[in-house]
Nanobody, 124 residues
Framework: QVQLVESGGGLVQAGGSLRLSCAASGRTFSSYNMGWFRQAPGKERAFVASISWSGGSTIYARSVKGRFTISRDNAKNTVYLQMNSLKPEDTAVYYC?????????????????WGRGTQVTISS
């Protein structure tokens, strides 16, 4: 079982930046794909970005491509989400997630483990 703890959320003005972190423990972090999702008030949880277990492949939602960057440091068991050019519509609770499958294909990841989330609020 993996434990995930997000941090780095906060309140920033539109156009600003934030970097979210997700610290993982409980299993071999470097062998599992990781992802970020978000849930805005009144909306369903939505995919934001994912990164392969090796760090060599990334996938982004169309709404964040070019503004957000997902990365990982396997030595620190941590995955990051660098968010630039933030917009009010990026306001949401951001969740870190881990693939259930060992060294699976990031494109078909089955995210079965979740953190508790961190709030990101963008003011206009």
């Amino acid at each position: 079982q993996v434990q995930l703890v997000e941090s780095g959320g906060g309140l920033v003005q539109a156009g600003g930046s934030l970097r979210l972190s997700c610290a993982a423990s409980g299993r071999t972090f470097s062998s599992y794909n990781m992802g970020w999702f978000r849930q805005a008030p009144g909306k369903e949880r939505a995919f934001v970005a994912s990164i392969s277990w090796s760090g060599g492949s990334t996938i982004y939602a169309r709404s964040v491509k070019g503004r957000f960057t997902i990365s990982r440091d396997n030595a620190k068991n941590t995955v990051y989400l660098q968010m630039n050019s933030l917009k009010p519509e990026d306001t949401a609770v951001y969740y870190c997630a881990a693939d259930s499958r060992y060294r699976g294909n990031v494109g078909t990841a089955d995210f079965g483990s979740w953190g508790r989330g961190t709030q990101v609020t963008i003011s206009s």
